[in-house]
């Protein structure tokens, strides 16, 4: 597999071989693993294992329905013909009803009735039927084939959505780290007031501003979140060129947000607490889109 893949699809395959006709439709959406759902014509039980296991080398997430209609075309079941007996049996017991009061009869509902019209159909061999089941596989590998096809056509739309956002995120972290050099001096300005609010006219007090002020403004350092997040920074970028990475993108989603929220809990100033929200808004977003990689 190359390049990033999304995980909504559509492929569609049409084949005929010896009389019969069918077509093949395979759809697939967003899914935590690989889920594929099958509903194939009765008598070829072999094509489901072939289905799933083909899906399963082409995908690794996502819900995938696949679906087979196969049908005989009428002109190679030979002639139709009419069970007259049993017909006459059913005209004659519908009569009776009518007689009761219930409505005639129609023509194509007798028709209809189970038995009433025969059609003699050929039994297909050994060999006609492994031939039969063979090129409905190789339709199946189409279908499934142009649903890939449309999911890496996702995947590069999401590529660019991605990548926008892991810049905003740089910038944000960049914005963040500007923000964050005013800590220490709003912290230390802000003590200080609150001290000297307390504690008029005492002499030494300005000596523990300095000692407090220094231990608050360590406490809201925020240098380890912005270099985490960075390196998070870095990791995406990477992970976007190494597919399937839904899995891995998901869990350093959390990561992501794990340093936003704890930058925001550290901010000692309103820019900062700004920038924060901001960045936690972006990661949202790029979560949302991250989501639907497979």
């Not at 990033?4 to 899914?31: H, I, K, P, Y």
Request: some cysteine.
């Amino acid at each position: 597999m190359t390049g990033l893949s999304g995980m909504t699809g559509f492929g569609r395959a049409e084949g005929a071989l010896d009389g019969w006709v069918w077509t093949v439709e395979a759809r697939s959406v967003n899914g935590r693993g690989l889920e594929v759902r099958f509903r194939g014509p009765p008598g070829f039980d072999g094509l489901e294992r072939q289905a799933k296991a083909k899906a399963q080398a082409l995908m690794s997430r996502g819900q995938v329905t696949l679906g087979v209609q196969a049908r005989r075309e009428a002109d190679a079941a030979g002639e139709v013909s009419v069970d007259q007996a049993l017909l006459d049996r059913y005209l004659a017991l519908s009569l009776d009803l009518v007689e009761r009061g219930a409505e005639r009869p129609r023509a194509d509902g007798l028709l209809a009735l189970r038995g009433v019209l025969d059609r003699p159909e050929e039994a297909e061999s050994e060999d006609q039927k492994a031939a039969l089941e063979a090129a409905m596989s190789a339709s199946i590998d189409q279908a499934l084939t142009a649903m890939v096809e449309a999911r890496h056509v996702e995947g590069r739309q999401l590529l660019v959505l991605i990548e926008g956002f892991l810049a905003q995120i740089a910038d944000r972290v960049e914005e963040a780290e500007a923000e964050a050099a005013a800590q220490t001096e709003a912290v230390r300005e802000r003590f200080g007031r609150r001290m000297a609010e307390l504690t008029p006219d005492t002499p030494e007090v300005a000596d523990r501003i300095v000692v407090e002020a220094a231990a608050l403004a360590a406490r809201a350092d925020v240098r380890e979140e912005l270099d985490r997040l960075r390196a998070h920074l870095d990791s995406g970028r990477r992970l976007l060129g190494q597919p399937p990475a839904g899995r891995k993108l998901d869990f350093l989603m959390q990561e992501f947000m794990r340093e936003a929220n704890t930058l925001c809990s550290k901010s000692a100033t309103v820019e900062l607490t700004r920038v924060g929200l901001a960045l936690k808004a972006t990661i949202d977003q790029l979560r949302e889109q991250v989501q639907n990689v497979e």
